[in-house]
């Protein structure tokens, strides 16, 4: 049974709006290395073995007195890459190990005689970087699976529709799992204060049960009651 032009109309708008490529172009100043690590980075959140393309346009050219270095690492500790002296286009593709935010960062560092020029000044070389980070289904290359599975055009295109709803299936099975996770801790914490007040509670009451019997003695020792 097909379905209606309007709702497949629907899906196809919300998985495409999901999917938008993420692209960022800025221009990176150079700084001397003795100034210390200077980095810009520029961070995506990740599900657990997922394919990951970074790929990076950079201006300029190797020798021209600038080395820019990238950094691929994410949240937990892992790192996937650390290309050095970029210039060009450099392409880096990595499977993600956790459920993570990664960053992607980039230093420009001052090499040879401009390695002089103090930071900030109008004369300060840059260098201009343009990036695409594409992940899960964006990330791979359907002109090649195209061509070896021999799919048609219309094939192709639904194989990408249905593996990005499938990501947005599992993300929100990771959010859903996510947050009956915070639920439970908040629970659990909840349950500990109530137990925590209650004995602090009986603590109070004892020790208040305890000094009115121990005053009482005190003064029919002194005779004084």
Not at 16 to 30: E, G, M, P, Q, W
Not at 135 to 149: H, L, N, P, V, Y
């Amino acid at each position: 049974m097909a379905l209606p032009r309007a709702l497949l109309q629907y899906i196809c708008g919300i998985v495409l709006l999901i999917a938008s490529v993420n692209a960022l172009k800025f221009d990176l100043t150079a700084t001397p290395q003795r100034d210390g690590k200077k980095e810009r980075c520029i961070r995506n959140f990740v599900a657990k073995e997922t394919l990951v393309v970074v790929t990076a346009i950079v201006s300029g050219s190797k020798g021209d007195g600038q080395m820019v270095n990238m950094h691929i690492r994410d949240t937990v500790g892992n790192e996937y890459g650390r290309p050095r002296d970029v210039a060009g286009e450099q392409r880096t593709v990595f499977t993600s190990h956790a459920d993570a935010g990664f960053d992607v960062c980039f230093e420009n560092i001052l090499q040879g005689a401009l390695k002089d020029l103090k930071p900030g000044r109008a004369n300060n070389p840059t260098r201009h970087v343009e990036l695409d980070i594409d992940i899960g289904a964006d990330a791979k290359d359907w002109s090649a699976i195209q061509a070896t599975e021999k799919l048609r055009p219309v094939e192709t295109d639904l194989r990408r529709i249905e593996e990005m709803i499938q990501e947005v299936v599992n993300e929100m099975d990771y959010l859903r799992a996510r947050e009956q996770k915070l639920r439970d801790t908040n629970e659990s914490t909840n349950t500990r204060v109530k137990w925590f007040g209650i004995g602090t509670t009986t603590l109070l009451i004892a020790l208040w049960g305890w000094q009115i019997m121990y005053l009482r003695a005190y003064f029919r020792s002194k005779h004084l009651i």
